[in-house]
């Protein structure tokens, strides 16, 4: 981290701190409301509306607070169970729902401490940079003012103009150690409020098992689709060509004796399907599995793909080396389809593709300078992309303001633990 | 003619030594996997090599390494690549030591037996012999520095990269073997290859177009 970004990142920082506060303050009335609702709870029908609109008033907060805690660097999933069925606002399954979710009592339990926590902590994230900037400008303003009775840091009281003079480098030292730290403490903040807002182990579990129910669907629909495709593609191109061509040379066989410049002319139609046959399986395996990532990697697959498009594309990797074949995959036909909608759609005039091992995950970004405003919703080409990394738990983020530039930035979990070597070059 | 050749699957590799013998080729040595392939090449300095891309032991892109590898030993010696595919980018790394004697085949050519014959020939004598596959693909695309070329300087420059002589690029395209020459010129002058002693400037020439 440059100095730039860390005077940037204190200072937001700083003024997250600024923020924090009133935020923090505001749980206090919905405690209040909270436990108001409650108490009226007793009372039927009103009961039953109120505690669960107060509710999601804290959700509100809440949802809030885990957005702001996200943007520190701590993100905080949202713990609560989807709503039911046939729940309506003041029904039964709806207050039922409600109250039967940990995820309610936790976030009302976040609220005092929350408030504690985000008041104490935005004041220290204040006031350290505050006294200081205060130090910087004590001088000017100790001449303006006149006072004799005065002092900054480690000496009180002021003596003579060279002991104020003094507080200059220490409210510079303050300051900085104050611009320093914020972000720390707003990373302690919103860890503090993770124990509570963040979903339990359980309900960590019942998200994932939601998560991987849609993904696992997702894929066996892709696998059993791309297995149609294929027994049709064989069924009508490979095979129907290798019939004609056995039926081709058993006429010729016939003819042989009687004909034989016929033969000879059936011969060489012969080799013609048998030369169609094999371009036929050559695509069919392209699109199953292309040879050049067998052969070279995500790495040289890649670097062969920007070759073929029509506008030049920059390739820039750092990979530990092989990695495994499905995430190998995945990660070539990802990048594939981004690159083809850059070419279909973007008008663009360069493109350029980075892969890069973080070590937990291979992280793919496709950019180009074209039209931009891609959307996701537009096309089956990004969903396709999201769908495909899904299964691998990946993720997919666009950036595509009107008139470009376009990013795509794709990212696949997966451990460097155990690298596959590549065969070194030459020895092989 | 002596022929070293490589690949794994005994029934081409029969085949292969077959149709070679056939017309005159003797195959001084046939193996089946990678590493033995760069010793036998050293060893024997065949007229030229006709190497299967993929071998084992892992099946990935040894024969090429191999090849590569030999021609850095043995300064042009003359390799016929044969695969199931065509890569412009495995063409590129072929030619990049930039001297002759180099072809990248789809495996299918072999079944056109006397053009695949023809192509063997002109490798072994310091010609290419690049597959139209990778022609057409490199044809495919539409910016590049060969958007200068006009349309017929285009398809001289694709034949030329096949591998074809001047003669029978001629015969070909229907026009007189003068034409040929002068359209092959013209291409030297805007690919920036200055007219020199050096034979290489139609290897030249094809580098230029697999690296657009």
């Not at chain 1, 999933?77 to 989807?82: L, S």
């Not at chain 1, 004796?257 to 392209?286: F, N, W, Y």
């Not at chain 2, 007229?47 to 390494?65: I, M, S, W």
């Not at chain 2, 016929?80 to 030619?95: D, G, I, W």
């Amino acid at each position: 981290m440059n100095s730039r970004d860390w005077i940037r990142d204190g200072l937001r920082a700083v003024l997250g701190g600024l923020l924090a506060i009133p935020l923090a303050a505001l749980n206090l009335p919905l405690f209040a409301l909270a436990v108001a609702a409650l108490a009226l709870s007793l009372v039927p029908v009103l009961g039953m509306l109120l505690f669960p609109l107060v509710t999601l008033l804290i959700r509100a907060r809440a949802d809030l607070a885990r957005k702001i805690a996200g943007h520190s660097g701590v993100p905080i999933a949202r713990p609560y169970r989807p709503a039911p069925e046939r729940a309506v606002p003041g029904g039964w399954r709806y207050y039922k729902w409600i109250m039967t979710d940990p995820a309610t009592w936790r976030d009302l339990a976040w609220l005092v401490p929350g408030a504690a926590a985000g008041i104490v902590l935005g004041a220290l994230t204040l006031a350290v940079p505050a006294y200081g900037l205060e130090g910087v400008l004590l001088v000017p303003l100790w001449i303006w003012l006149g006072t004799g009775w005065y002092g900054y840091g480690a000496i009180w009281p002021f003596e003579t103009v060279g002991d104020a003079f003094l507080s200059l480098p220490q409210g510079a030292l303050i300051l900085a150690v104050g611009v320093a730290v914020a972000p720390h403490l707003r990373r302690f903040d919103a860890r503090s409020a993770r124990l509570l807002l963040g979903p339990t182990r359980n309900a960590e579990l019942r998200l994932r098992v939601s998560q991987l129910t849609v993904t696992r669907a997702d894929t066996v629909d892709a696998q059993a689709a791309e297995l149609r495709r294929i027994e049709r593609d064989l069924h009508d191109g490979a095979q129907v060509r290798l019939v004609s061509l056995g039926m081709t040379i058993g006429l010729a066989e016939e003819m042989v004796e009687a004909d034989p410049a016929g033969a000879r002319k059936l011969l060489a139609e012969a080799r013609e399907t048998s030369t169609a046959a094999l371009a036929d399986l050559r695509h069919l395996v392209r699109g199953i599995h292309p040879p050049v990532l067998a052969e070279r990697g995500l790495d040289g697959a890649v670097r062969a793909l920007a070759m073929a498009l029509p506008i030049p594309t920059a390739v820039q990797t750092a990979l530990p080396g092989r990695l495994d074949t499905p995430v190998e995959s995945a990660a070539y036909f990802a990048v594939a389809e981004a690159l083809a909608n850059t070419t279909r759609h973007s008008f663009a005039r360069n493109a350029a593709v980075e892969l890069r091992h973080t070590g937990s995950a291979l992280v793919m970004r496709v950019c180009d300078d074209g039209l931009g405003g891609a959307d996701p919703a537009g096309g089956t080409g990004l969903r396709g992309i999201e769908r495909r990394l899904a299964a691998f738990d990946g993720t997919m983020s666009l950036s595509s303001p009107p008139g470009g530039p376009t990013i795509v930035t794709m990212e696949l979990p997966c451990a460097s633990s155990s690298p596959k070597i590549m065969p070194s070059s030459g020895t092989a | 003619m002596r022929v070293v050749l490589a690949e794994d699957h005994a029934l081409l590799r029969d085949g292969l030594t077959r149709l070679l013998t056939a017309h005159g080729c003797e195959v001084v040595m046939a193996v089946d996997n990678g590493p033995s392939l760069l010793p036998a090449l050293v060893e024997h300095r065949p007229d030229v090599a006709v190497v299967d891309v993929r071998l084992p032991p892992t099946f990935t892109d040894e024969g090429l390494q191999a090849v590569i590898a030999a021609r850095a030993e043995v300064p042009g010696m003359p390799v016929l690549v044969l695969s199931q595919h065509v890569e412009p980018l495995y063409a590129r790394e072929l030619l990049s030591d930039r001297t002759g004697g180099v072809g990248y085949l789809l495996k299918d050519r072999v079944s056109h037996v006397a053009q695949f014959v023809d192509a063997v020939r002109r490798v072994a004598s310091g010609g290419t012999a690049m597959d139209p596959e990778v022609v057409y693909q490199l044809l495919a695309r539409r910016q590049s520095p060969l958007s200068a070329l006009t349309a017929r300087e285009q398809e001289v420059l694709a034949q030329m990269a096949e591998g074809r002589s001047n003669g029978a690029i001629a015969g070909k395209l229907f026009i007189g073997e003068k034409a040929v020459s002068k359209h092959i010129n013209s291409i030297f002058t805007k690919l920036g290859l200055p007219p020199s002693d050096d034979d290489n400037r139609r290897v030249l020439a094809v580098l230029t177009y697999l690296n657009a």
